[in-house]
C-alpha cells in the first residue's frame, strides 16, 4: 500500500504533524517541505518573567534510530528508472536518496529484493501523487494568508521585521522563496482539511465513552494557575514621582484591560518585562511558586478576570487569570474539544491512508518497472 510505506518513511507524519496532528516524526515533505527557513534560530520558549518563578517544560524523546538493512557489496550502480507517475520517472538514485533522507538508507541496487527499498520506492511514488494533488488548491491562498503566515512565523521568534529578513539572508532564502513556501505550506494545510480532517466523524458516544475509560488522563492532581502580567517597573531609589508616574500607568492599563481590551495588545505597549513579547503571558504556576504578593491578589479571581493593582519590588503588575486548575477529575463539558480533536487525529491517519490508496492512485498513472 503506497500510503502506508510513506508513514513509515515520515512522509504522512510529515503531513500530519504540519497541519496540527501530533503523535509522529520524521522528514518534511518533499517539494512541499514543512515551513522551517530560520532552523538554525532557538524554537520559541515562555521567557522567564521578572516578578515570578520559571515554568519548566518537558524535554522532547529523541526518536528512534531505524536500522538499516545489511551492507550489500558496493558496485559501480548505474542510475535507471524504476517507477513512473503521470509520465514522471523515478530513479534508483530518487528512491535511495529517499530513503536516506528519511533515516532508512538502502546499500542494493535490486530493489525486488529490498523491503526497505520497496517501501522507499511506494513512499517516493506516495509523496509525488501529494505533490501533484496539492497544486489544485493553488486557487484556495491569497496573498494576504501568506502575510499572515510570515507574520505569524517572525513573531513567534521574537523577531523584527529587519531581524527576520537577516535571519533568511544568512540561511541562503531569499523573501520570495519564504513566500513561495508559506503558500504551499497552506495549500498543503487546506488540501489535508478538506480531503481528511473534514470528513472524519466522531460521535457524541465515542466521545463519551473515551471518556469513561481514560479519566484518569483527565484528573488534576495539582493545583495551578495560569496567569498574564503588564509589570510597570519601579527603578531602585525612584523618587516619588517616578513611583506616581509608573502607578498611573499601570492604573491606566488596568482600566483599559477591566473594559475588555485585548490583553496582549495592552502587555505589548505597556509592560516593562519581557513577557510583553508573548502577550504577557507568564504560563503555569503552582502557588507555592507564586511571590504572596501576587497570589493573594489571583487566587479569587475567576478566569477572564483582571486583578488589582499590584505593588511588588520589581514594580506595578496587573495580573489576569487565564485558567485555574483545582485537584480532581475535569468534567466531560471541560475535556469533550479535547478528546474530539484526539479522535478526529487518531482516524485522521487511517483516512489519509484511504485517500491515498483508494483515490489517488487511481486518478494518476502509476508504473513500477523495477
Not at 30 to 47: D, E, I, Q
Amino acid at each position: 500500500m503506497f500510503s502506508r510505506a510513506a508513514a513509515a518513511f515520515g512522509l504522512c507524519a510529515a503531513l500530519m504533524a504540519a497541519c496540527g496532528i501530533p503523535g509522529c516524526s520524521g522528514a518534511s515533505w518533499s517539494g512541499v517541505k514543512a515551513l522551517n527557513p530560520l532552523a538554525s534560530a532557538s524554537r520559541r520558549a515562555t521567557p522567564t518573567p521578572t516578578a515570578t518563578p520559571a515554568a519548566i517544560r518537558p524535554t522532547p524523546q529523541p526518536a528512534p534510530i531505524a536500522t538499516p538493512e545489511p551492507l550489500a557489496p558496493r558496485g559501480e550502480a548505474v542510475d535507471r528508472v524504476v517507477a513512473t507517475v503521470d509520465g514522471d520517472p523515478i530513479t534508483l538514485h530518487d528512491v535511495k536518496a529517499f530513503g536516506a533522507a528519511n533515516g532508512r538508507p538502502i546499500y542494493t541496487d535490486d530493489l525486488a529484493d529490498s523491503p526497505v527499498g520497496k517501501d522507499a520506492l511506494k513512499g517516493l511514488i506516495a509523496e509525488k501523487l501529494l505533490e501533484q494533488e496539492v497544486k489544485k488548491y493553488a486557487d484556495k491562498v491569497d496573498e494576504s494568508q501568506v502575510d499572515r503566515y510570515i507574520q505569524g512565523m517572525r513573531t513567534s521568534k521574537h523577531l523584527t521585521d529587519a531581524e527576520f529578513r537577516e535571519a533568511l539572508m544568512h540561511e541562503g532564502i531569499s523573501y520570495d522563496e519564504l513566500r513561495r513556501r508559506a503558500r504551499l505550506e497552506l495549500q498543503k494545510e487546506i488540501m489535508f482539511e478538506t480531503e481528511v480532517r473534514d470528513r472524519v466523524d466522531i460521535p457524541p458516544q465515542e466521545i463519551q465513552d473515551y471518556y469513561d475509560s481514560h479519566k484518569s488522563d483527565f484528573n488534576i492532581e495539582t493545583e495551578r494557575l495560569r496567569l498574564a502580567q503588564i509589570l510597570v517597573a519601579v527603578p531602585a531609589n525612584a523618587t516619588p514621582q517616578q513611583v506616581s508616574a509608573a502607578a498611573k500607568k499601570a492604573e491606566e492599563a488596568r482600566a483599559q484591560a477591566v473594559k475588555g481590551a485585548d490583553f496582549s495588545l495592552l502587555a505589548h505597549k505597556y509592560s516593562d518585562d519581557e513577557s510583553k513579547n508573548d502577550g504577557g503571558e507568564l504560563g503555569w504556576f503552582q502557588p507555592s511558586e507564586m511571590m504572596d504578593e501576587i497570589l493573594a491578589a489571583v487566587k479569587k479571581l475567576k478566569p477572564g478576570d483582571i486583578s488589582a493593582l499590584v505593588r511588588s519590588k520589581n514594580g506595578f503588575h496587573v495580573l489576569k487569570l487565564e485558567a485555574h486548575e483545582v485537584p480532581g477529575p475535569r468534567p466531560l463539558e471541560e475535556v469533550k474539544e479535547q478528546i474530539r480533536e484526539k479522535l478526529i487525529n487518531l482516524k485522521a491517519r487511517d483516512r489519509l491512508n484511504s485517500w491515498i490508496d483508494t483515490d489517488l492512485v487511481k486518478q494518476h498513472d502509476v508504473e513500477t518497472l523495477y
